[in-house]
Nanobody
């Protein structure tokens, strides 16, 4: 049974940092890439960052423009875990953050950036 579980969200002041974790389990085949998405109130869900998990591009990363230089996606293969390190957080980063692999989504973790 596939499970994707995010954690690490919370309330942080502008300029602060958070580290999100995503544990993916139960996959019977490689998922090729795993990504972080976010959905702010009254907005559509949008991609934030992704990391390739197989092939010649394994380990390669991509980011949406608004988080480049502030967010870092990384992976611990042994623990089936993907991290999203978020630094210099801004109020506009406030959203529910979701992890996705293949067609499977986690339940999300709330990130709130506010003074």
């Amino acid at each position: 049974q596939v499970q994707i579980v995010e954690s690490g969200g919370g309330l942080v002041q502008p300029g602060g940092s958070l580290r999100l974790s995503c544990v993916a389990s139960g996959f019977t085949s490689d998922y090729y890439a795993i990504g972080w998405f976010r959905q702010a109130p009254a907005k559509e869900r949008a991609g934030v960052a992704c990391i390739s998990t197989t092939g010649v591009t394994e380990g390669s990363t991509r980011y949406t423009d608004s988080v480049k230089g502030r967010f870092t996606i990384s992976r611990d293969v042994a623990k089936n875990t993907v991290f999203l390190e978020m630094n210099n957080l801004k109020p506009e980063d406030t959203a529910v953050y979701y992890c996705k692999a293949q067609i499977y989504w986690g339940q999300g973790t709330q990130v709130t950036v506010s003074s």
